[in-house]
């Protein structure tokens, strides 16, 4: 179980010493933490519904009222990455930005947020979340793209080509991320030979 006290949310907290434990509810969101930290940590092939029902101390099979299945859950956890993207990006932006410096500011965000989560952003970048963030991360986009004097073909193409090149930098420096201190030492001394 995650020792860190933030990912530990979920975790029983006694009353007293003669009450039972009380149980946060179980929800979306405290899934989503509990599913995000067991990645972090073990990466994929340690995430299982039953085993985050274990780990949030429930019924095995209850994350399953929330999500049908694993994919589900990894689609929420991207969409909520890119939530966050989205907000950093935001933040950062100054009132009267060009197209030039939204998209910019976007790239950064979700690089910045995807290579804080190394193993999620290589299972997530090369999925379509089909979420709500998704939705406004690429309305957005096409918001900025409006007045560029580009037909509405050519800025759906851009939005497109810009997303899927920036995922690609984002899984390629998640995945370098991610790879054992040993192989990034031996491949950073293959370059330097």
């Not at 101390?57 to 929330?66: E, F, I, N």
């Amino acid at each position: 179980m995650p020792t860190d006290t933030h990912q530990r949310s979920w975790a029983a907290t006694p009353q007293n010493d003669t009450e039972p434990p009380a149980r946060r509810e179980l929800s979306r969101e405290v899934i989503l933490d509990a599913a995000e930290a067991l990645i972090d940590q073990a990466g994929d092939g340690a995430l299982t519904l039953r085993r985050l029902g274990a780990e949030l101390g429930v019924d095995p099979t209850a994350p399953y009222r929330h999500f049908r299945n694993k994919d589900e859950l990894l689609l929420a956890l991207g969409d909520r990455l890119l939530g966050e993207a989205i907000a950093s990006g935001v933040r950062d932006l100054s009132p009267d930005a060009d197209w030039r410096e939204t998209f910019r500011s976007a790239a950064h965000a979700l690089r910045g947020t995807l290579v804080r989560h190394p193993r999620l952003a290589t299972l997530i970048s090369v999925r379509v979340t089909q979420g709500e963030h998704e939705a406004r991360g690429i309305e957005r986009g096409l918001a900025a793209l409006a007045g560029t004097g580009l037909s509405e073909p050519e800025i759906v193409g851009f939005q497109r080509a810009f997303a899927d090149t920036v995922l690609a930098w984002c899984a390629f420096s998640a995945s370098y991320i991610a790879l054992p201190a040993e192989a990034k030492a031996r491949d950073e001394a293959a370059w330097a030979t």
